[in-house]
């Protein structure tokens, strides 16, 4: 006999009231039902996590469609759906500049007039000149990059808060971003004295920006070549620039608030170069520039940040892996994006040896961009990039002296 026909049975054949035997019918079933789940948790959990999974792997490969897995076994990496790219092809993409010569470093002119009051107020008292009179400075910049020498070059953005409205900083003061500019300044003047450094290429869209720097009188302002952008930054630029530009030369691409450190002249560039790597850095403090005290990233718990990208580009970037970095730099995840293409598509290999090659982290101002959520991730549409990697900090540069 079943046990619940036994219970049945027992009920009913003790004498009590039809209402009694009812409630001990239902305490009893109470009892049983809850010695079941718990006997059965595990199974209950595992269910709803694998539901709860599924609808991730399908939410996933929704927004994966621009992906495919190629069957041909010659085909060794991952791509992007051709049918919604551009053909690909050898060169790099040219990006649309205001400049008259599309993609190149352009000299500035001497700018001797005096600053808008909306741009001058905005500019940090140590970083002033005579408002009403400005003395005009000629400097030698070159309009063609050459290649000898040894050393790197820095590509770099550069744009100041000069009263123009910013997307994500319209609730920010003006103090604010007083500070930020003193940062973003500070940052430009440090590296272009570092030893390691022959050449800045500032990336800008603002023309006030430019004519703040100009009025800088610094030493080594000869090594500054500005290149106007049609919008901000994107990680596609940084190579772009460098298939263009840079072939087989050592750049360093880096935030504008990143400050070059110590130990960047014992990397192997030929090697680099050779082997297809990329050193992607995760940042120290701010080495007491500023008011604040900001931790090393790099010394402590990893959370996949990278600031800092040293390569050397034997052939040009191809157009689709370019069209697949063709999204801002400053959305989460930006860096972890960049990571996974390289890798995956151009078979990069990737180390982070920030313990041994110290950058930086120029940011006490109380500033940061702020976006809708569902807007701020290169996860987020209409960006959907899927391919996400990171480089734990190592001990070792692998290729150095």
Not at 170 to 184: A, F, G, P, T
Not at 387 to 393: D, N
Request: net charge positive; hydrophobic share 35%.
């Amino acid at each position: 006999m079943h046990a619940n026909q036994c219970f049945i049975h027992v009920i009913n054949i003790i004498p009590m009231a039809n209402s009694d035997r009812l409630e001990l019918w239902s305490s009893i079933m109470r009892k049983r039902l809850w010695i079941y789940l718990f006997r059965n948790k595990l199974k209950v959990f595992t269910i709803i996590w694998i539901l709860i999974l599924s609808v991730n792997i399908y939410q996933q490969r929704k927004s994966q469609s621009t992906y495919i897995e190629l069957d041909n076994a010659a085909e060794k990496s991952r791509h992007y759906k051709q049918s919604q790219l551009p053909e690909t092809k050898t060169e790099p993409l040219r990006i649309k500049s205001a400049n008259k010569e599309a993609n190149s470093f352009q000299p500035f002119s001497p700018y001797d007039k005096p600053l808008d009051n909306s741009v001058y107020e905005h500019i940090p008292e140590s970083f002033r000149t005579n408002h009403s009179t400005v003395k005009s400075i000629t400097y030698s910049f070159s309009t063609t990059i050459r290649k000898e020498g040894p050393g790197f070059t820095l590509i770099t953005m550069f744009n100041l808060f000069t009263g123009q409205a910013i997307e994500g900083y319209d609730k920010e003061s003006l103090q604010n971003q007083i500070n930020r500019n003193w940062e973003y300044l500070s940052t430009i003047k440090e590296n272009i004295n570092h030893g390691q450094i022959k050449r800045v290429v500032l990336l800008y869209a603002d023309d006030n920006s430019i004519k703040v720097l100009y009025q800088q009188n610094w030493v080594n302002n000869s090594k500054i070549f500005p290149m106007k952008m049609p919008r901000l930054i994107h990680m596609s630029d940084f190579f772009n620039i460098s298939s263009i530009h840079l072939l087989d030369e050592p750049v360093i691409a880096a935030n504008g608030d990143i400050l070059i450190g110590e130990n960047f002249d014992q990397i192997d560039t030929i090697r680099l170069r050779d082997t297809k790597t990329l050193y992607t850095l995760t940042r120290h403090g701010n080495r007491g520039i500023g008011d604040c005290v900001a931790q090393s990233m790099c010394l402590m718990k990893y959370y996949g940040s990278h600031d800092t990208h040293i390569f050397r580009l034997k052939s040009p970037v191809p157009a689709t892996a370019l069209q697949h970095l063709n999204y801002p730099v400053n959305l989460q995840q930006a860096e972890n994006g960049m990571i996974g293409i390289l890798k995956t598509e151009l078979k990069f290999t990737v180390y982070n040896p920030c313990p041994i090659l110290k950058t930086y982290h120029i940011h006490c101002s109380q500033i940061a961009k702020r976006l809708k959520k569902g807007q701020n991730s290169i996860r987020d549409s209409p960006w959907n990039i899927r391919i996400i990697k990171t480089s734990r900090p190592i001990h070792s540069l692998k290729y150095g002296p």
